[in-house]
């Protein structure tokens, strides 16, 4: 095999490798409005608000489209309001109680909260949020180990 055939041959590896790439980045992040206790999520999949730490004392919500898009977007997660496009299961582990569709989220005063959005496969976005006394999410400085 002469230089030039190993060229191409390389030069393909390497289109397929960065097509391959862009193709499999599909961008999971999310942010948060305090002000209007609010989650900009992209290309939503399955949320999750969980308590960091005591989770059977607490409220945990698993939030899912209820249709799938076809589109790639940011989809609008109002705490105080929750849109009926998404499937929302409220868990209150202690007492085996699950509520169907809450219209809010209502989380625990003074407490710390996980937030994942899980993406396709082991793709996934976690952030970390305290609630003040009134049981309002607030943005967290540093991102505080659970583990020791």
Request: aromatic content about 10%.
């Amino acid at each position: 095999m002469n230089s030039k055939n190993r060229q191409a041959i390389k030069n393909r590896i390497i289109l397929v490798t960065i097509v391959f790439t862009l193709c499999a980045c599909d961008n999971h992040d999310f942010t948060f409005d305090e002000e209007k206790q609010t989650f900009y999520v992209h290309d939503m999949l399955s949320f999750y608000i969980e308590p960091d730490g005591e989770k059977e004392l607490f409220y945990s919500y698993d939030i899912e489209l209820k249709e799938k898009k076809k589109e790639k977007g940011i989809d609008t997660l109002d705490l105080n309001n929750i849109s009926s496009k998404y499937q929302v299961e409220a868990c209150f582990p202690n007492i085996d109680t699950v509520v169907n569709n809450p219209k809010r989220a209502v989380l625990t005063p003074n407490t710390r909260y996980r937030v994942l959005h899980m993406g396709m496969g082991r793709v996934y976005g976690v952030k970390y949020y305290q609630t003040d006394s009134t049981g309002k999410l607030k943005n967290e400085e540093e991102p505080k180990s659970s583990t020791r």
